[in-house]
């Protein structure tokens, strides 16, 4: 793999060890799937940010580390709210472990903020280069807005981070971007139809490790959101394409209608939103956007909620719209950042919750140990309020 | 008498050990105890077996990402192996080999599997070198 003066100087050591050590995980990196040279990142977004995952040694490896990040970086969210953790009932001992990891990443130069949403908080651009972690973010950077990234491990985004490079292969080159399956999605009026956390499941589930053409569905950003975090959860898709919507898919050298092809039913989607009684409701995954805070608000006014509702969203997102959030809060149901639905030991404790995700929807089951319902946001307000 | 095998350095330095092959994948997560560096994984052919001090060839790494931390907790409890070699380098080894401060190298031009176990063998990270000393 090809480095300039000033890679050669780090692997070297003349900027320290620790520099040193992370140009040597992106230089083995480079080697493992052939990459030719390293390309410059825009933002990086590391996961391991969790005491859960990374445990005690983990821990010290990043205590041990002596440089700052050289772009603006971000965590993965965390297993709790950093500052009102005990509001949901996580253990002083989870959370004095959990903090040491954030102040270990504090020390690096990484921003506190830990969302899965890194898109509203740092501007992201068509064909920029990233080194992101989370899946759904990673889906949501390729796919809905057209920047570059692979998906990550904690120690690979750190070390991009603090050389901010990273070594150019997979997904970083257009020609690896091109669609392998078609995925044509049955419209109808049934009241799910347009639920894409629904159809995100379904289509995951088919593509696999596949790039999808999604055809015959016209999905808001928020939609994209929902379709590609579930598509991530179901299957292993980093980056999907949507006919006639994502940015790529208007490009003279885009290549579509792979062969394959499949179609979803729409009595599909209807099939997985199954009845059954909750006790409780949980929205925000991926994390809410400001548009979504403000549909909650409206739906949730003059309501009181009859079972825990939470309302996961990134800290910066929730700062910033603290009208809605006061407006949601006002009906009972929580607002809560840094952590989500899937990573917080706080779901635990439910039998059935209700989600409107798609991605929670695969992962609550094994994750939390609990049964899961997937229905509309309008259903989850409904079924938290009743 | 000895002979070198060329491969390709993914982690530096240099370690010597006796050998200890693995024809199944390792996950270092939940399949090796950080703490004795014993193989635990149900029905690997390692199981049972210590890491600890050995010239270590496997195929490649397996299961969940978290398992480079387990390569680097066994450097720290002074159960790791003194060198790994694996058939094709990937993300989860050869971030822990790096970590953990241990040489490294895939991609052998000979199969390393035709050596014996408890053959002295000597691991040059830097130069992508086996040296087989029978």
């Known amino acids: 793999m090809y480095l300039d003066s000033e890679d050669e100087s780090i692997l070297n050591g003349e900027y320290g060890e620790t520099r040193q050590k992370m140009m040597e995980i992106l230089l083995a990196l480079g080697k493992v799937f052939n990459a030719e040279n390293l390309v410059p990142i825009t933002s990086a977004q590391i996961s391991g940010a969790s005491y859960k995952t990374i445990g005690e040694w983990g821990l010290e490896w990043l205590n041990n580390l002596d440089a700052r990040v050289a772009v603006p970086s971000i965590l993965n969210p965390i297993g709790m709210p950093r500052e009102s953790w005990r509001d949901i009932g996580i253990s002083t001992e989870f959370a004095e472990n959990q903090n040491k990891v954030i102040k270990a990443y504090k020390r690096l130069g990484i921003k506190m903020e830990c969302t899965c949403t890194p898109y509203y908080l740092n501007i992201t651009n068509y064909g920029d280069h990233l080194a992101w972690s989370e899946s759904s973010a990673v889906s949501y950077a390729n796919s809905v807005i057209g920047a570059r990234t692979n998906r990550e491990g904690g120690p690979s985004a750190l070390a991009a981070a603090m050389i901010g490079k990273t070594p150019n292969y997979g997904l970083h080159l257009f020609k690896n971007r091109m669609p392998e399956i078609t995925i044509e999605v049955e419209s109808g009026s049934g009241v799910h139809s347009g639920h894409y956390g629904a159809i995100g499941y379904l289509a995951g589930k088919i593509a696999g490790n596949k790039i999808p053409f999604l055809t015959n569905i016209r999905p808001s950003r928020d939609q994209l959101k929902a379709l590609g975090a579930a598509m991530a959860a179901s299957g292993a898709v980093a980056l999907y394409h949507v006919k006639g919507i994502t940015p790529e898919t208007k490009l003279p050298t885009f290549k579509t209608e792979p062969v394959e092809k499949v179609v979803i039913e729409q009595s599909e989607i209807e099939s997985l939103f199954e009845k059954s009684d909750v006790d409780a409701v949980a929205v925000g995954c991926p994390h809410c956007s400001p548009d979504e805070l403000s549909r909650l608000a409206s739906l949730l006014e003059g309501k009181k909620t009859t079972k825990t509702f939470f309302v996961f969203v990134a800290k910066g997102v929730k700062d910033s719209n603290m009208g809605y959030v006061s407006k949601i809060e006002k009906s009972g149901a929580k607002v809560v950042e840094d952590t989500c639905i899937v990573v917080s030991p706080a779901m635990d404790v439910f039998d059935t919750v209700m989600v409107d995700s798609g991605k929670a929807f695969a992962y609550v089951p094994n994750m939390c140990g609990c049964n899961v319902r997937i229905g509309t946001l309008e259903e989850c307000v409904l079924a938290a309020t009743s | ?134």
């Open chain 2, 1 to 134: 008498m000895s002979f070198t095998i060329q491969g390709r350095g993914i982690s530096k330095g240099q370690g010597s050990g006796e050998l200890l092959k693995s024809s199944e994948p390792i996950s270092f997560l939940s399949g090796v105890d950080p703490q004795t560096g014993v193989v635990v994984e149900n029905g690997h052919p390692l199981q049972g077996k210590s890491i600890a001090g050995k010239v270590l060839a496997f195929p490649y790494g397996k299961g969940s990402t978290v398992g480079s931390y387990v390569i680097y907790a066994l450097k720290r409890n002074e159960k790791s192996p003194v060198a790994i070699i694996n058939i094709d380098a990937e993300t989860i080894i050869a971030v822990g080999a790096i970590i953990a401060d241990i040489p490294m190298i895939d991609r052998l031009e000979k199969n390393i599997f035709d050596v014996d176990d408890g053959t002295n063998i000597i691991v040059d990270g830097d130069l992508g070198t086996a040296i087989i000393e029978q």
